[in-house]
């Protein structure tokens, strides 16, 4: 069974601190890896991820892949309160003929305090 | 664990014709939601629900309805199918009221209308 595993799963800092969020995953015919950024009615993208070692980066987030050991990790640094968000991790996994299936984690509830 | 299922894993249906799809979560959620997952376009909600018998519209919900008449139960209804509904249909269900709970997403549907 596809598995994608986030932590924490909850995680309260302050203001300026650096986080880093976790994702692991265990699926068949791995295409890519997303983040998501979940604050208002619909997640917002932030990065996929396919080869691995190569960062992104995005303002004060960057994103790397190990698909040897089959993880990612989402760095933020300085740490403002609207990072405030739930982020989510997900693998995108070919099927048949093309792209299919998307296994999300549970997330990760980042709280920055003031 | 919280398990949200999705009844289909592929669809292939004619232009005109009704499609149901639906979603069913075991962990007692009160909220459930539909998106779609278009390349480019990130997932849009188009319709969710916080309880049973009541909705609420998302960002695009022209060409939807959906119903809920249980609580474990959220179908999306496509009342005459376009070519422009060909997407992935992702359900999600999470606890308590409103978008500050994690969202936990079923393994979406493919969907092609012909």
């Known amino acids: 069974e596809d598995k994608v595993v986030q932590s924490p799963l909850s995680l309260v800092v302050h203001e300026g601190d650096t986080v880093t969020l976790n994702c692991s995953y265990e699926v068949t015919n791995f295409r890519s890896l997303l983040w998501y950024k979940q604050e208002k009615k619909a997640p917002t993208f932030l990065f996929m991820l396919t080869s691995s070692g190569i960062e992104k980066k995005s303002g004060r987030l960057s994103s790397i892949l190990d698909k040897k050991e089959l993880f990612s990790i989402l760095n933020i640094t300085a740490t403002q309160t609207g990072d405030s968000a739930i982020y989510l991790c997900?693998?995108?996994?070919?099927?048949?003929?093309?792209?299919?299936?998307?296994?999300f984690g549970k997330g990760t509830h980042l709280i920055i305090q003031p | 664990d919280v398990k949200v299922t999705q009844s289909s894993r592929y669809l292939v249906k004619r232009t005109g014709e009704k499609v149901f799809l639906e979603c069913v979560q075991d962990m007692d959620h009160e909220n459930m939601f539909w998106y779609r997952q278009d390349p480019g376009l990130g997932l849009r909600l188009i319709y969710f629900?916080?309880?049973?018998?009541?909705?609420e519209k998302g960002d695009i919900p022209e060409g939807y309805s959906v119903s809920r008449e249980k609580k474990e139960r959220f179908s999306l209804i496509l009342e005459s199918a376009s070519t422009n509904q060909t997407s992935m249909y992702l359900c999600a269900s999470s606890l308590g009221r409103g978008f500050g709970s994690p969202l936990h997403f079923g393994n979406g549907t493919r969907l092609t209308v012909t």
């Open positions: 629900s916080y309880d049973v018998k009541m909705k």
């Open positions: 997900a693998v995108l996994m070919y099927s048949g003929g093309g792209a299919d299936g998307l296994t």
